[in-house]
């Protein structure tokens, strides 16, 4: 069976400090990643996808990046952190490079506060 | 604009109860539309997908209608339970060849005893 993993579950970080973010998926090949941020009483926004090794597409401009540098392990960065960035993030998986109704996966998530 | 809007935002139940969560969409061209359950502090868990041409589908407790033409769904909880106090999330996926959700805000349901 597939299985998702994030890390750390928690974490405060000051302005203006790097931040990791790390998801790996078990049990899967080639799956769609996707890097998404909760913030608080607003519905989940996609930060980051990807369809492959290297291949990142990003849907919102911000002071955030992703890498996937393997084919199950997707990291959520950013060289300076902002209060803004506070929030849940959640990362998911999903087969199928196109569309259709394939399910996305969320993993457990990391709730970041920036101070 | 692609939007998910949900009603109500909030809504207490006595347990053994039902209710009725509510979803408006303007998602365009629709792919499918999905209803998840969001524990506090948890990544969201998928309830049902339905394409077009469905209009309903069940999950144990959990029923989910879907008008494509008003564009209308909710979901339909019976016989409560103190575990389904949660958030519930109405999400949208457009057909432009890649899986993206719109996300609703979510309805919050807590079940008092």
């Known amino acids: 069976s597939q299985t998702i993993h994030q890390w750390p579950a928690t974490l405060v970080q000051p302005v203006g400090s790097p931040l990791s973010l790390e998801c790996t998926v078990e049990?899967?090949?080639?799956?769609?990643l996707y890097w998404y941020r909760q913030a608080a009483g607003r519905g989940l926004q996609l930060l980051f996808y990807?369809?492959?090794?290297?291949?990142i597409s990003s849907e919102v401009p911000q002071n955030l990046s992703a890498s996937r540098p393997q084919d199950r392990q997707f990291i959520l960065s950013s060289k300076k952190l902002l209060l803004s960035d506070s929030g849940f993030y959640l990362c998911?998986?999903?087969?199928?490079?196109?569309?259709?109704?394939?399910?996305?996966?969320f993993g457990p998530g990391t709730r970041l506060t920036v101070t | 604009k692609n939007q998910v809007e949900q009603s109500p935002q909030s809504l207490i139940i006595l347990e053994g109860k039902n209710c009725t969560l509510q979803?408006?969409?303007?998602?365009?061209?629709?792919?499918?539309l999905r209803w998840y359950k969001q524990d506090t502090g948890r990544g969201p868990v998928s309830l049902t997908i339905?394409?077009?041409?469905?209009n309903t589908k069940s999950n144990g407790r959990y029923t989910a209608t879907l008008d494509a033409d008003t564009k209308q769904s909710s979901l339909h909880i019976t016989a409560s339970q103190l575990s389904d106090s949660a958030s519930y999330i109405c999400?949208?996926?457009?057909?432009?060849?890649?899986?993206?959700?719109?996300f609703g805000t979510g309805t919050r349901l807590l079940v008092s005893p």
């Open positions: 998911a998986w999903s087969l199928s490079p196109r569309g259709g109704s394939y399910e996305q996966y």
């Open positions: 049990g899967t090949s080639n799956p769609n």
């Open positions: 990807s369809v492959g090794i290297g291949q």
């Open positions: 979803c408006n969409y303007t998602v365009s061209p629709f792919s499918n």
């Open positions: 339905m394409t077009f041409s469905e």
């Open positions: 999400v949208v996926s457009a057909d432009t060849g890649f899986q993206k959700l719109v």
